[in-house]
C-alpha cells in the first residue's frame, strides 16, 4: 500500500525536476558566469516559486 501512494507522486516529481532544470537554465543564463553567478543562479533556482508568487501578488496590488 505504501509504494502506490509514491508511484502516484512519482510524475509531480519527474516535473518537479524538469521545472527546476529549466528554472537552473533560465537564472545561469542570466548570470555573468562567474562561479559566484553560477552558485547564485542554482539557487535562485530552487526558490523560483516564491519570485513567482511574490510578482503574482506585486501584480495585483496586495
Do not use: C, E, H, R
Amino acid at each position: 500500500m505504501a509504494n502506490k501512494g509514491m508511484q502516484q507522486a512519482a510524475p509531480l516529481g519527474f516535473f518537479g525536476l524538469l521545472a527546476y532544470i529549466g528554472a537552473a537554465i533560465y537564472f545561469i543564463g542570466q548570470s555573468d558566469g562567474s562561479f559566484w553567478g553560477v552558485i547564485l543562479g542554482l539557487l535562485q533556482a530552487i526558490v523560483w516559486p516564491a519570485y513567482a508568487v511574490f510578482g503574482g501578488l506585486t501584480a495585483l496590488g496586495v
